[in-house]
């Protein structure tokens, strides 16, 4: 199968008829070959993390350059360039062709808290918060520690739906953060009307009920 200009893989007997294995076994190679930095993230980052409540229909990958959507095979790739890519906190899995590179625990739910649309909206958001904080709670230092690379709405989103939606303890570096930092207040869902309460430990405009469905 070509890859990628230059880039031929071998296709295993048992994914002849997908014409392809799946994104996860080639990612590595194919972001080596176009000399990218990356890491699987988002959705698909969410769901080797172990929740699975709603499946993305693309495989979502960070890179440090502009790459175009590629189909290969049964998987569809979308590309989202990433600043400062050397300073988000990534994890090393295997792979049955090698390793790839994973959004941490801890960078997906930063991600998924910035990029609402990107997961099919702050309820599916939020279910992924919680499915994430179910199977393994994350450091609320390291999130502390990551918020530097993140805009502040994300890190007071994420608050808002940790404090609200699961159990994880000591979130009070995150509330400092919000409020050392004087802006004004940030949206809920960034999709939905600038109107609503604010809630003022997370500097956060309530601006639509959110609707977990777990």
């Not at 000399?35 to 699975?52: D, E, F, P, T, V």
């Not at 909206?121 to 609320?140: F, R």
Request: glycine share 4%; proline share 5%; charged share 20%.
């Amino acid at each position: 199968m070509l890859l990628a200009n230059g880039l031929w893989a071998p296709v295993p007997p048992e994914y002849m008829t997908w014409g392809a294995p799946p994104a996860i076994e080639f990612i590595d190679a194919l972001m080596s070959h176009v000399h990218s930095k990356y890491y699987i993230g988002w959705l698909s980052a969410a769901a080797l993390h172990g929740a699975s409540h709603q499946a993305s229909q693309v495989f979502q990958v960070a890179t440090s350059q502009a790459i175009r959507e590629k189909t290969i095979g049964r998987s569809r790739l979308r590309f989202y360039q990433r600043e400062h890519i050397d300073h988000i906190e990534t994890i090393k899995i295997e792979t049955k062709s090698g390793t790839v590179s994973l959004s941490s625990r801890e960078t997906t739910l930063l991600d998924i808290a910035n990029d609402i649309k990107m997961v099919g909206g702050i309820d599916n958001a939020a279910n992924l918060v919680i499915e994430l904080c179910e199977t393994s709670a994350p450091d609320t230092h390291t999130l502390a520690v990551l918020s530097e690379q993140y805009p502040l709405s994300a890190i007071r989103r994420l608050g808002y739906l940790l404090e609200n939606f699961t159990d994880v303890p000591d979130l009070e570096c995150l509330k400092l953060i919000c409020a050392e930092q004087k802006t004004s207040v940030s949206l809920l869902d960034p999709q939905s009307p600038n109107t609503g309460v604010i809630d003022r430990s997370w500097h956060l405009k309530i601006n639509r009920e959110v609707n977990p469905d777990i």
